[in-house]
């Protein structure tokens, strides 16, 4: 077999993430659209996506500050549903924690759901790659998909108010989270966490603030690590 060279791990990468403009694309647009909506201007909402790159962070606090909320719960809001990224990051630091610190800076900037779930899936494929091939294959992952965010987020806050509400591009949201967590769920462990949070978020919609999420997100770990670590001593996991 042809040894693999850091090229392939670029092609690889580019050709990985390329499906997910479908689903980012319309999620940007939709957004552009509700931040100009909500009274900040083209270059702010640009900027919201530039500096966070979090679409479901960004649409809760910017929910939660149209709602009036203290900022300091909508910041804390937004934190909570990007609580992820901590785990993403842990998950990927035994395969590029020993990069230089520019590249680990710049790889926790471009951490977002799409090139956590490419990467971490490919490395488990690729055990034999370098440093070097893995760190081109994560940056590959984001061409396809963070250049899109930021035009795409400046087409709909430049479009603003005259997509028509019969086009709901709303769809964008469930679907892509649907896409990436889905074949993640491999696992007890995954199914527990998965169910309780899910059921926990419902059950207290009634929460102000959506201070739910943060609740259920909170019980949803704790289940999953509960559950992780009783089918380890069972012999169930490895």
């Known amino acids: 077999m042809r040894a693999t060279t850091p090229k392939s791990p670029l092609k690889q990468g580019i050709r990985d993430a390329a499906p997910f403009i479908l689903v980012v694309s319309p999620f940007a647009i939709v957004f ?6 909500s009274g900040l201007s083209i270059a702010e909402t640009l900027l919201f996506s530039v500096a966070v790159i979090a679409g479901a962070a960004q649409f809760t606090t910017l929910q ?4 009036n909320a203290p900022a300091v719960i909508a910041l804390l809001s937004g934190l909570a549903v ?13 395969y590029l924690g020993a990069a230089p610190l520019w590249q680990r800076a710049l790889v926790a900037y471009l951490t977002v759901d799409q090139s956590y779930a490419c990467s971490v899936a490919a490395y488990e ?19 396809p998909v963070i250049p899109m965010w930021y035009l795409m987020t400046l ?6 108010e005259s997509i028509p509400e019969s086009a709901a591009l709303d769809f964008a949201v469930p679907i892509t989270f649907l896409a990436l967590i889905a074949p993640m769920m491999r696992t007890p462990a995954h199914l527990a966490a998965a ?19 943060m609740i259920a997100a909170t019980f949803g770990m704790i289940v999953g690590a509960q559950a992780e670590l009783i089918l380890k001593k069972r012999g169930m996991m490895t």
């Open 155 to 160: 087409a709909g806050a430049l479009i603003g």
């Open 195 to 213: 169910l309780v949070a899910s059921l926990a978020a419902l059950s207290l919609t009634w929460v102000p603030y959506n201070l739910g999420l």
């Open 125 to 143: 494929r690729n055990a034999s790659w370098t440093l070097k091939e893995r760190m081109t294959y994560f940056f590959a992952c984001c061409l």
């Open 64 to 67: 939660l500050l149209n709602e």
């Open 32 to 37: 552009g659209v509700v931040a100009t909506e």
């Open 82 to 94: 990007n609580l992820r990224m901590a785990m993403y990051s842990a998950s990927l630091t035994p």
